[in-house]
């Protein structure tokens, strides 16, 4: 079933001389249970396609539909929901509030909601995560790969439509950024996440089951992993 569709999509910055082609005419499709790999050198767009998918920032033009819903159709305080209820986003820091403790931090997108947490879901969240015995504790108690570990639980607590990673293994050892990749892997087939992950590492991409290549704002690749 597919969950997400992008359509030419387009991002410019400044104007005439100075005009800078973030994304030229970009589309493509995903399946719900879809892991997907966007790579690309610096500067190639990556970052600015990621923030688009997830109501961070608008397109010049183009359209995003997610789960048949016309993304950037929505009012701003519709557009809000969207980014808080459909979309998890990890970044490579981990944007942890400092003075919660882990479980406050991952619950923090429901309570932002007004909704109760689903206490079960939370429990088994936190054991998946390896986190049980630090559920207490505050970020700056933590090491990196743990602090990663929450900030991954609180964008799985919602049951987003889409988890988005921007270089979530950027900022952490290779042991650790192999271990983050296991538990994308790992959301991806237990709780079937859509995950797009941007990375600059091609053989973490190889994890996902499609590797998109961008370049200069295009897409110049788009391959199932065998």
Sequence with gaps: MEI?????????????????????????????????AIVGSSGSGKS????????????????????GEDVYKLNENNLAIFRRRQVGLI????????????????TLPILLDN?????????????????TNRINHLPNELSGGQQQRVSIGRALMNRPSLLLADEPTGNLDSKAGR??????????????????????DHNLALNADRIIT??????????KVK
């Design 91 to 106: 970044y490579q820091f981990y944007n942890l509030i400092p003075i919660l403790n882990v479980k406050e931090n991952i």
């Design 214 to 223: 961008l370049e200069d704002g295009k897409i110049i690749s788009d391959e």
């Design 4 to 36: 997400l569709r992008v359509e030419n999509l387009c991002k410019n910055y400044g104007k005439d001389e100075t005009l800078v082609k973030a994304l030229d005419n970009v589309s493509f499709t995903a399946e719900k249970g879809e892991f997907i």
């Design 179 to 200: 271990e983050i990749v296991e538990l994308l892997k790992l959301s991806n087939k237990k709780y079937k996440q859509t995950i797009i992950m941007i990375t600059h």
């Design 48 to 67: 600015t396609l990621l923030h688009i998918l997830g109501g961070v920032d608008r397109p010049t033009s183009g359209k995003v539909y997610v789960e």
């Design 115 to 131: 909704k109760k947490p689903d206490l079960k879901y939370l429990d088994e969240l936190i054991e998946t995560l390896g986190l």
